[in-house]
């Protein structure tokens, strides 16, 4: 692709904006890296090794609005004074995505939703390395897609995608995307509007024609409403459902607890290595992916059932003295932690708190009432949860740090019962990221 854009600026120096700045620069153009914030050691090490231009602790407006391109961290909301004023000047950010999907030959399947799209970008890349199909894993999860594919050259990307992702894309095109559901989330960068949020998930079928493909889950309301309110969509569409089996291509058979795919593929939930109602979600998403692709039934079928989850999401860490732990710390909203504990089959000492993103928690009173025996709190503000929930949980007690937590949450549950780490809060108030917390966690557990 010839490069006619010279001078590229990246807001944010994260991993995404750090590879983003890598892979610009292995291509020719002049670049320059600058975060509001102060760019971590690692990261500051790499753009001086690679010889990029970086500042911190704030933005030079009138260099970076001089350049031909700007890619933005989707962290940096759209709505912010700096982004605003940029787009005054006539300048549009694009998203780390957007910028590095030019320098690939490869196909791709995009997933996203409010929950569930790491487990389920786990499993499509097993579904697809299952069945001899070359395909990497990118976007929201580990290393940045700019890095991969600088480095790497497959057939297809499974890449996650945030609707702050999604928001900057504009060319971009997915040969199969994947909408997964559309809850409460982030609600805080969307005017408090679920529908701005659902629009922006939308935003996955963008630039798509009736060459490819829009999986989505057919029962979610809110799906619906975005799919009514678009007059026409060429994409073909393939709905799965856990409720009905005319007009979708991928459903569940309660009576006969059996999932079927595109009327060929049949299986029975329990053979699907992920447990839960929603992984069954997950699992239809990606058995339908593998059709598309032309993988043999038996190969699709394998996979779901021999797949093991991502760490941090309802993950097993120990049994000690008979008391399960589980860390499920990539629960981050409340819906997230509805699966969990609707996944809880023992009496539960839910351990949870955080940053609070607008949670509303009485959509888990009921599960809390009849699975929770005691809640510990590890967050620095718990006042929301203490205030929901003391008058149907008799014990809570408050904890700063994952020792003390799991020291808690040992004494309160006895043998045969479980320990769930799911926050339904972000962890920023103590903690670098979600792995971090889960990580602390576990090393806690390990050491009772």
Known sequence: ?????????????????????????????????????????KFKNELI????????????????????????????????????????????????????????DAKFICITGSNGKTTT?????????????????AGNVGVSFSRKVMDLTPEYFVIEMSSFQLEDVYDFKADISILLNITPDHLDRYEESMELYGKAKM????????????????????IRKQLDAISKLDVKQYGFSLEKEEGVDAFLDE?????????????????LALKGK??????????????????????????????????????????????????????TNINATWFALESMTAPTVWVVGGVDKGNDYDELMPLVQEKVKAIVCLGKDNTKIIEAFKDVVENIVETESPMDAVGYAYQLAKKDETVLLSPACASFDLFENYEDRGQQFKNAVRRL
């Open 278 to 331: 929603h992984n069954v979600q997950n699992s239809l998403a990606a058995g339908l992916t593998g059709k598309l692709v032309d993988l043999r039934k038996e190969s699709i079928r394998e996979s779901l059932s021999d797949f093991t989850n991502v760490e941090h999401r309802l993950e097993f860490v120990a049994k000690v003295n008979g008391i399960e732990f589980i860390n499920d710390s990539k629960a």
């Open 121 to 137: 970008t786990h499993l499509i890349h097993h579904v697809l390395t299952k069945g001899g199909i070359d395909a990497e894993i």
């Open 1 to 41: 692709m010839s490069n006619t854009k010279q001078h590229i600026a990246i807001l944010g120096a994260g991993e995404s904006g750090v590879g983003a700045a890598i892979l610009a620069k292995s291509k020719g153009f002049e670049v320059f890296v600058s975060d509001f914030g102060s760019i971590k050691e």
């Open 203 to 222: 935003r996955i079928t963008q630039n798509q024609t009736a060459e490819e493909a829009f999986i989505y889950n057919a029962d979610d309301p809110q």
């Open 255 to 271: 009576k006969s607890e059996t999932i079927t795919i595109k009327n060929k593929l049949t299986m029975s939930i329990h053979d």
């Open 49 to 104: 090794e690679s010889e990029i231009e970086w500042e911190e602790g704030g933005h030079t407006f009138d260099r970076i609005a001089q350049s031909d391109e700007v890619i933005k961290s989707p962290g940096i909301p759209n709505a912010s004074p700096f982004i605003q004023k940029l787009r005054g000047e006539g300048i549009t950010p694009i998203s780390d995505i957007e910028f590095a999907a030019r320098y690939t």
